[in-house]
């Protein structure tokens, strides 16, 4: 390619000589570097920084550190790396394809240099290939020359800092308390303060008008590893198939197995951060962010961003902010939890229920047809006490503060992002330097004239969009039908297991009953839950792929919908199961509601609250450990697996292990890693304001959770995966609007669940309608009587209990022959039971009663005025908390001011400089003296 520059070891040679003009990464030698004990030169008591100035000597002997080319001056900005077949066709097309998508690359102005896992330098040309530490890995390292980094820089709108923020600080009452010292703050001295510049579109032409100390500097190792990936991305490797491009094909038709940029050296020193100071920013990163012990410490976002890029800054930051919120919550919740503990023992309604007198001593119905016995209503006791904790006066006020909260939060993560994205440089990101992607260009059928650029660019019709999510919302709906299936074979596994184990002879496993069945359901619904949702990860990739979106973020739009979708309803169907729909239509003993023939499944007498909070604890907390274990315990044992030949060839002294060997033997974060990381938190987000009223537990557990979150996933990203490319984005994508549309529900599954899952609402009618005041005597008014000569008939026998077994109960147990009580009471039967429900009885007609109507004309009206109350509450809250501080918005003005004014100047320069040029060419004299 004419005028290429040299590369490799061919540019050594031919750019030679001692006035060369270092580019780039050249000359940069021991500036972050990894180095040993051997490079810290002690001086009359005093060390030599790691972060030294100092050149390396030029030899011709490769260099000690792997983070740079063998010339030891030009850093290693990416590397891809693959692995040598057995001789043979397929082998011999993934040759073909390298060589085309290698030679394409220095095309484009990369500079490569292959060289295998023991140090040996392979030329392309010429010689034959070298083997690696496993016998067949080859990496092939790639650098940026400073031309090529211009170039890309002005195509990809890098925005680069042209002057001073002269903005002052502004002073509130937030800024003065954040200045008092807390023991959660950074060091400092190790975190320094990022320079806080204006900045602009970075263009060649106006080079100079930018600030740049060196030239080493200018651009990050996260931008220039953006570059190299940007051009892996549509790099083509077969030149008759524009279709046929890209690191990922290759790496998908196993041409190349990984790409990836380096980590700066080991995370971790044999000696301490205070006394020699980091060996490089990921040692730096882990001692003071992904260390177990930093767990109180706010994160380095801006070290986070430098190291890592902006989308997943962006995501650490969220997080943060997350979990510092959830401190409020789960104090709240915590107190209201303690509250419940505390005046349980008062509660009048438990206490009744646990009196082995009345009504303790009313003997029940039987919780199934045929085999179950009566029992009495004092073995509810524990049921009634446990269902106190998490329904009581307090919940009401909770519910009410957790929806408050979910639209405080989401307000002021608004605000807090425009700061992140102004300091980031990353507004109008979106609009203004996103490209399309490359699968979209290859594969779009027509062409259109964009409207702002008037440039051609592909273009994907609605009549051709059409077919494509047609197809993607119907695989949709299956998956949600099958969802359903499970949930609905769960229901009928919970009707089933309850009238086993309720018909049980042993009469401790038969009074418990409603807890085993809640808790082996709410296990079975959450294997079913991970499996489902690991099968629907993989369609929903595919659905994605097909419908073919133009730009990456509407592709991570779609995904997300797609996948927290039914992550929506895989996860919160069984929830809702119990809180609306189990035990709402029950019949009476002579006519019992049944769902697919089986009689329906019925709350406790104490209500169903306390299950609900069993099925959130477990499906909630179960998610988070599996996950945890998923995320960090399989890449420790995998990455120790794969890396066990390289550590043992370097403890024998066959050779170095070098960093890209290394990062090469750990976990590939993968294209969507981030995604698992939010649809977790989002879940979360979901059980801790979609069900609070039910478990006010829940924050609390979520910011334990969190608190290790962090702190796993910082020490999962810095010692556990490859380096990531340092991807850019504005904001968390359609995240926002899900946890807005989680906060705006919430508001009515709480109201709904106080309503008609608790039992706040008939309390209070009884309380002020009933007994004048007093809850003495609920027991006896929300339980109906029956008579049990008229249970239902069932293929001619009776639906109540087998009389020649069980007719009566002793001390809470069904007394049945053998029994030492079965004599005694042998001749007494029971011509009366009761059940939950306001029915008229004992005798029919079962109608309702007008309490049950009362009860419920409250129970709308509580909905109608808590979620009014409530939304008024949120819209206030929205309005009153301005989306932007108004220092950013000053600060956006102002840079904006000075990048007009630094066009103008410019503009204004290049027509001076043309003038000038003109009147030059004019004059006789100058052109005889120019010839």
């Given at each position: 390619m004419a005028g290429q520059a040299p590369i490799g070891f061919e540019g050594m040679e031919q750019n030679g000589g001692g006035d060369q003009q270092n580019v780039g990464f050249e000359g940069y030698e021991n500036q972050n570097k990894p180095v040993g004990t051997e490079n810290i030169e002690l001086a009359e008591g005093e060390h030599q920084p790691l972060n030294s100035d100092k050149r390396k000597k030029e030899t011709d002997e490769p260099s000690e550190n792997d983070l740079f080319m063998r010339d030891g001056r030009r850093r290693i900005d990416y590397v891809i790396a693959y692995q040598k077949g057995e001789e043979g066709e397929s082998e011999n097309k993934k040759n073909k394809k390298r060589k085309e998508f290698e030679k394409n690359l220095r095309e484009e102005g990369l500079e490569l240099e292959i060289e295998d896992a023991e140090g040996v330098s392979v030329e392309q040309q010429g010689e034959e290939e070298g083997n690696s530490a496993g016998g067949k890995t080859i990496f092939i390292k790639i650098h940026v020359p400073w031309d090529t980094m211009l170039r890309y820089a002005e195509e990809l709108k890098y925005k680069m800092p042209i002057q001073d923020n002269d903005i002052d600080e502004e002073v509130t009452l937030l800024s003065c308390l954040q200045k008092i010292p807390t023991p959660f703050e950074l060091s400092e001295e190790f975190i320094k303060p990022e320079p806080n510049y204006f900045t602009a579109a970075f263009t060649r032409e106006r080079i100079s008008d930018f600030i740049m100390e060196s030239e080493e500097t200018f651009f990050t190792?996260?931008?220039?590893?953006?570059?190299?990936?940007?051009?892996?991305?549509?790099?083509?490797?077969?030149?008759?198939?524009?279709?046929?491009?890209?690191?990922?094909?290759?790496i998908a038709n196993k041409c190349y197995a990984a790409s990836y940029p380096l980590h700066e050296g080991p995370h971790k020193s044999e000696h301490s951060l205070l006394t020699h100071g980091p060996l490089n920013d990921r040692h730096l990163l882990y001692e003071e962010w992904a260390r177990p012990g930093r767990w109180y410490k706010k994160q380095p976002l801006d070290a986070i961003r430098r190291y890592y890029g902006e989308k997943i800054g962006l995501y650490f930051a969220w997080l943060g902010f997350y979990t510092e919120a959830l401190t409020w919550a789960a104090l709240v919740g915590f107190i209201v939890f303690l509250y419940g503990c505390f005046t349980v023992a008062f509660d009048a309604v438990s206490d009744d229920l646990c009196n082995a007198g009345n009504p303790g001593n009313f003997t029940m119905c039987p919780q199934c047809s045929g085999r179950c016995p009566y029992w009495l209503l004092s073995s509810s006791c524990f049921y009634a006490k446990l269902t106190y904790l998490f329904d009581n006066g307090a919940t009401v006020f909770f519910a009410a503060f957790m929806s408050l909260w979910a639209t405080t939060f989401c307000e002021f993560w608004k605000r807090r992002q425009n700061e992140i994205d102004y300091d980031w440089d990353l507004f109008g990101f979106e609009d203004q330097e996103e490209n399309c992607r490359p699968q979209f260009e290859a594969k779009a059928p027509d062409k259109r004239i964009n409207p702002v650029t008037k440039v051609a660019e592909p273009f994907l019709s609605l009549k051709q969009r059409f077919p494509r999510f047609t197809a993607a919302i119907l695989s949709i709906a299956f998956m949600i039908c099958l969802v359903l299936a499970s949930v609905m074979g769960i229901i009928v596994y919970r009707i089933a297991v309850r009238a086993a184990i309720a018909a049980v002879s042993d009469n401790f496993i038969s009074s418990q009953a409603s807890i085993i069945t809640s808790c082996t359901a709410s296990g079975i619904s959450l294997i079913i839950i991970m499996s489902l949702q690991i099968l629907y990860d993989k369609i929903a990739t595919f659905l994605t792929d097909f419908e073919l979106h133009r730009t990456e973020t509407d592709y991570e739009d779609s995904y997300t919908f797609k996948m927290y979708f039914f992550a929506f309803v895989n996860y919160y169907s069984s929830s809702f199961y119990i809180a609306f729909f189990k035990g709402k239509l029950p019949g009476n003993p002579s006519d019992y509601g049944k769902i697919l023939g089986l009689r329906q499944e019925e709350c406790d007498p104490a209500g169903c609250l306390q299950e609900l909070f069993i099925n959130i604890a477990i499906v909630m907390c179960g998610k988070q450990f599996f996950n945890n274990f998923m995320e960090i315990f399989v890449p420790i044992a995998l990455n120790f697996w794969r890396s066990r030949g390289g550590r043992a060839e370097e403890k024998e002294g066959k050779g170095r292990y070098e960093q890209w060997e290394k990062d090469f033997d750990l976990s590939d974060l993968g294209p969507r890693g981030l995604f698992k990381e939010y649809l977790e938190m989002a879940v979360q987000f979901g059980f801790t304001t979609i069900f609070v009223a039910a478990f006010p537990l829940a924050p609390f557990f979520a910011l334990v959770n969190n608190l290790m979150e962090i702190r796993l996933d910082a020490f999962k990203f810095v010692t556990q995966l490859r380096r990531p490319y340092a991807?850019?984005?504005?904001?968390?994508?359609?995240?926002?609007?899900?946890?807005?549309?989680?906060?705006?529900?919430?508001?009515?599954?709480?109201?709904?669940?106080?309503?008609?899952?608790?039992?706040?609402?008939?309390?209070?009618?009884?309380?002020?309608?009933?007994?004048?005041?007093?809850?003495?005597?609920?027991?006896?008014?929300?339980?109906?009587?029956?008579?049990?000569?008229?249970?239902?008939?069932?293929?001619?026998?009776?639906?109540?209990?087998?009389?020649?077994?069980?007719?009566?109960?002793?001390?809470?147990?069904?007394?049945?022959?053998?029994?030492?009580?079965y004599d005694m009471y042998a001749n007494e039967t029971v011509s009366e039971c009761r059940y939950r429900g306001y029915y008229n009885g004992p005798n029919p007609p079962y109608d309702h009663t007008i309490d049950h109507w009362k009860i419920l004309a409250m129970k709308l009206v509580f909905v109608l005025l808590y979620e009014h109350l409530i939304f008024a509450c949120k819209f206030a809250i929205d309005y009153f908390i301005p989306d932007m501080p108004e220092h950013v918005r000053n600060a956006i003005k102002r840079e904006n001011y000075l990048a007009q004014k630094a066009l103008h100047d410019f503009s204004i320069q290049q027509a001076a400089e043309k003038k000038k040029a003109k009147r030059k060419g004019n004059d006789p004299g100058a052109a005889e003296a120019a010839r």
């Open positions: 190792h996260a931008e220039r590893s953006r570059v190299v990936h940007e051009i892996l991305e549509v790099c083509r490797y077969d030149p008759d198939n524009k279709t046929k491009f890209g690191i990922e094909h290759m991807a850019r984005a504005q904001d968390i994508g359609a995240w926002y609007a899900i946890l807005l549309g989680v906060g705006n529900l919430a508001v009515l599954t709480n109201a709904c669940v106080i309503a008609f899952t608790s039992e706040f609402i008939p309390r209070e009618v009884y309380k002020y309608a009933v007994g004048e005041g007093s809850l003495s005597g609920y027991i006896d008014y929300s339980l109906a009587r029956f008579n049990t000569s008229n249970f239902e008939m069932i293929d001619g026998e009776t639906s109540g209990p087998n009389p020649d077994k069980y007719s009566f109960v002793y001390d809470g147990y069904p007394v049945e022959a053998g029994d030492e009580y």
